[in-house]
């Protein structure tokens, strides 16, 4: 039988050690290895003397119908999760702190029950008072939501059984609830793991859904996380830079529906309003272009969304140049900064080089690549580009423009708003988008309809600079 002395845990990856150390092993974090109680001793099922009950093996088919899906009426958060909730399921919705978690959630319970469906708010964080004024400023005191202020998942556990369950529960956070029958400390893995086990095991048995909220660590991972996520249902995510009002909702893994959907609001005096049209929102006035700007017309789910790409190319100081990129990938930036210098012939690689996708949103596609390519060609050559104009198209190594999927959606929703022209790769069609279309076949050719001439753009921004 393995003996039960581990007892020291990494809270960043959940490793188990005999005994503490300043750095763990298993994922290199420091200082996160803490004491937690023995867990209980396990064998393998051989050696374990209580024997196990058969259970019956079904077909996959069913004939039930699918269950029908817990609508809230907050569309942007419905449509995330894939259309509402599935009774039966836990969702983990994770955040920075102050990011506006509760506000979400809490909006989403109201609207629920203000529907007439049954809503339970659990708070380990808040007092019953706070919550009150919370929803006292977002408007929402007349919604018939059952609030709880409670950390114990025993008390929890037994209050929900005790009454009729509820079409949605949710606990917030799941870092404050914790369990009598552990030693460790609340927080710790250990208790965020029993506690969200022991919920996600009366959401299945109930068919209440249950909505967790996990707060995020200072490195970008739901503290006890990995713990979690592999144990409900669906992960969201809810994003938002510091210093903007706009707030993105974001799937990360969903059983039950897409994972590249996203829902976008805006927060307001009171809560969180949902953002219809993100395009505009994202673009904001751009009453003036300045080189180094260009517009991306993307796709997020199943949403087009135009987004501003910024670029700032500098001549170098000393040493190694600065590369800092805000809501796009450092990697891919390197290998688009190089396929520029060796098939765009711009010089470009010693320059300090800044890219920044406005609004604070998060750009993945690499459809967004000739995007941010002409917007470092525009900064680089200081020729700002035309107002009216989108970009998209992927960058291959050999510096071809390779086609971006759902070009049609793209260039609808710019000619929605306004844009007249769309540079994008070859054979790109849009029979009803009525948008002029300019097609690329390599950076070279972007680098000449932008008008810098090869080779001299670096000369010349030396000189300006
Ligand atoms: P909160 O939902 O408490 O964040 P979390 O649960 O993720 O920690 O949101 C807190 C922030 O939201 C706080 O800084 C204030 C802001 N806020 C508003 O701007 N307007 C509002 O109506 C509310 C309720 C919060
Ligand atoms: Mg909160």
Redesign the pocket.
């Known amino acids: 039988m393995a003996r039960a002395q581990a007892s020291f845990v990494c809270q960043a990856c959940g490793a188990a050690h005999a005994k503490w150390s300043g750095r763990c092993d298993a994922c290199d974090a420091w200082n996160s290895i803490v004491e937690e109680g023995a867990p209980a001793p396990v064998g393998n099922g051989a050696q374990r003397r209580v024997k196990g009950r058969p259970f019956a093996l079904e077909h996959l088919k069913t004939e039930d119908e699918e269950p029908r899906r817990r609508i809230t009426g907050i569309g942007e958060f419905d449509r995330v999760c894939g259309g509402g909730l599935v009774p039966g399921s836990a969702l983990l919705v994770g955040?920075?702190?102050?990011?506006?978690?509760?506000?979400?959630i809490l909006q989403a319970l109201a609207a629920y029950a203000k529907a007439g469906g049954s809503a339970v708010y659990i708070s380990g964080e808040e007092a019953m008072a706070q919550v009150r004024l919370?929803a006292g400023?977002?408007e929402l005191s007349d919604a018939p939501v059952a609030l709880g202020s409670a950390t114990c998942i025993e008390d929890i556990l037994s209050t929900l059984e005790k009454s009729k369950t509820p079409g949605i529960v949710a606990i917030?956070?799941i870092q404050t609830i914790w369990t009598s029958a552990l030693e460790a400390a609340p927080g710790t893995i250990a208790q965020v793991r029993t506690a969200s086990f022991d919920l996600v095991r009366y959401a299945k048995a109930t068919g209440a859904a249950v909505i967790l909220?996990g707060?995020v660590t200072k490195d970008g991972q739901i503290a006890g996380p990995k713990a979690v996520e592999h144990l409900v249902d669906a992960v969201l995510y809810?994003e938002g830079e510091r210093g903007h009002q706009f707030r993105v909702l974001r799937a990360v893994k969903n059983r039950f529906g897409p994972t590249d959907e996203i829902g976008v609001f805006e927060?307001?005096?009171?809560?969180l309003a949902e953002v219809a049209n993100p395009s505009a929102l994202f673009l904001g006035d751009r009453a003036s272009t300045s080189p180094g700007t260009a517009v991306f017309a993307g796709i997020e789910g199943t949403r087009p969304l135009l987004v501003e790409i910024q670029a700032l190319v500098a001549e170098a100081g000393y040493g190694t140049p600065r590369r800092a990129v805000v809501g796009w990938d450092a990697g891919r930036l390197a290998m688009i900064l190089a396929v520029l210098d060796a098939r765009g012939g711009l010089g470009i690689s010693t320059h300090d080089v800044y890219l920044n996708v406005a609004g604070g949103l998060k750009v993945g596609e690499p459809a967004a690549d000739l995007a941010a390519a002409a917007a470092l060609i525009s900064s680089i050559g200081d020729r700002a580009l035309s107002r009216d104009t989108v970009f998209f198209g992927e960058i291959s190594l050999s510096g071809d423009i390779r086609p971006a999927p759902q070009a049609e959606l793209r260039l609808k929703e710019a000619a929605k708003l306004g844009f007249s022209t769309a540079v994008v790769p070859p054979e790109t069609r849009a029979d009803a988008a009525g948008l002029f279309l300019r097609t690329i076949k390599d950076v070279g050719e972007l680098v000449s309809f932008i008008g810098v001439p090869a080779r001299s753009a670096a000369r010349r921004a030396r000189i300006e600079s």
């Open positions: 955040g920075d702190p102050g990011v506006g978690k509760s506000t979400l919370r400023r977002m917030d956070s909220v707060h809810f927060m307001t005096g009171k809560g």
